[in-house]
């Protein structure tokens, strides 16, 4: 306020400033808006960046164009007219600010994804498992557990043992995973495989290797004791 007046440099700022208030306007009592518009960009996360500072936004909104209204306080990201996220306004550098409920939806929607991608998996190995998981459905039991104990029974016994046995289950009425687990441990045919690392070529992952007999194995065995007893 001290400086010089750049209209008369005989006078300082403080000067011409208690000059001219009495003459100056008061300001409004309401307030007016002062924002500003600013497209941004929501990339392959769902995120916007504005003044070195990252907002989220809904899930939705990944990959697509946005308007940034910011005024001192809070940004708003727009779609139009509708405000898709309202956060406070960061003025640091990198931060990132999040909204709970943005977070949680997106959490939601790639466990719906992932339990879509079981679901289509299990379709194709068991097509019997469409009627089973309807009907798990209608009783009001958790699909996202059902199709994930399904799953690794799948890994576990393989693709046609699980069809007959979830196929069983349809016909008797029983849509319960305990139902089908005990099915796949009764029948002999389905062997456990071993843990490990399962071969991505289903011809191969999903092979049934039905045990034979073994009489015959101790019959060379005792046949060829006789003959050791007989020698000199």
């Given at each position: 306020m001290d400086r010089r007046w750049p209209e008369e440099q005989t006078r300082t700022v403080r000067e011409a400033f208690a000059e001219e208030q009495p003459r100056l306007l008061p300001l409004p009592d309401a307030s007016f808006p002062c924002e500003t518009h600013?497209?941004?960009?929501?990339?392959?996360?769902p995120?916007?960046?504005?003044?070195?500072?990252?907002?989220?936004?809904?899930?939705?909104?990944?990959?697509?164009?946005?308007?940034?209204?910011?005024?001192?306080?809070?940004?708003?990201?727009?779609?139009?007219?509708?405000?898709?996220?309202d956060h406070p306004r960061s003025y640091d550098r990198g931060a990132r600010v999040e909204d709970p409920r943005h977070e949680s939806a997106l959490l939601e929607h790639k466990a719906a994804a992932k339990q879509h991608r079981g679901t289509d998996r299990l379709v194709v190995a068991a097509p019997s498992t469409g009627t089973f998981l309807i009907r798990v459905a209608e009783r009001g039991h958790n699909l996202g557990t059902a199709v994930a104990q399904l799953l690794r029974l799948l890994d576990e016994y393989g693709?046609?043992?699980?069809?007959?046995?979830?196929a069983e289950c349809v016909q008797r009425d029983v849509v319960h995973i305990p139902a089908v687990r005990q099915?796949?441990?009764?029948?002999?045919?389905?062997?456990?495989?071993l843990p490990g690392a399962q071969p991505q070529d289903p011809r191969l992952r999903d092979i049934v290797v039905?045990?034979?007999?073994l009489a015959d194995y101790d019959l060379l065995t005792g046949t060829d004791q006789e003959n050791d007893d007989d020698e000199p």
């Open positions: 600013v497209p941004v960009q929501v990339g392959k996360t995120y916007v960046r504005f003044d070195l500072n990252d907002y989220s936004v809904p899930h939705r909104y990944v990959e697509s164009e946005l308007i940034a209204v910011t005024g001192i306080d809070r940004i708003r990201i727009v779609d139009g007219v509708n405000v898709v996220a693709a046609c043992p699980l069809e007959q046995a979830i099915l796949l441990q009764q029948d002999r045919h389905a062997v456990p495989r039905r045990p034979h007999a």
